[in-house]
């Protein structure tokens, strides 16, 4: 089983234990995680098409891209790729996005939190990471379900309590979608609570 992402309007840890019989345990190491930046792109969105998001926070500048990070230290948000310090980040953000001029398309905060689903016998069967996303006033909820290796049904379980809750799987990252895509999961949170 591969891991999955959802869009949720709410997360309750007792629901997804009352479905399960499991309990939820808080991951410290991860959790409580919380980032608060600007989103950074060219006009036409160039990044967002080629499957990158530039997160600037006033120190660091990140590149989310495939589920994988790359990130440089930045005083400010750079105008362009020759602002960026030399590295992998500035080449990723060169190929995508020359000649282009970057601005900031909008304001984001990211809070992640990771829990680890134990089963009965107090092993870790799965886990979870849910991030609260809010770009320009807009909120989403995402919760990536991770099963692990040899926990196949489990991980179903796990998949079918969060459908429960009125989770809707979507293809998108949860780290920093652009304000379309929040909109358009907005809607889609909007929907799921009335129906």
Known sequence: MKNHIFVLKSFSPDELQSFTGWS?????????????????????WLLWQAECVLFFSGSFLRLYRNGKTVSAEAVSAPKNYEDIPEGKLRELVRMNTSPRILE????????????????????????????????????????????????????????????????????????????????????????????
């Open 24 to 44: 939820l345990g808080h991951e410290a190491v991860k959790s409580g995680a919380e980032e608060s930046g600007f989103l950074l792109d060219t006009f036409d």
């Open 104 to 195: 900031i398309k909008a304001q984001c905060a990211i809070k992640t939190d990771c829990f680890g689903i134990i089963n009965e016998d107090g092993k870790t069967i799965c886990r979870i990471r849910l991030s609260t996303v809010c770009i320009n006033g807009f909120s989403c909820l995402f919760a990536e379900l991770m099963p692990l290796k040899g926990y196949d049904r489990e991980g179903a379980m796990v998949q079918a309590a969060l459908e429960d809750q009125g989770g809707k799987r979507t293809l998108r990252s949860p780290h920093c979608p652009c304000p379309e895509e929040i909109r358009s999961q907005t809607r889609c949170i909007q929907h799921i609570s009335r129906g």
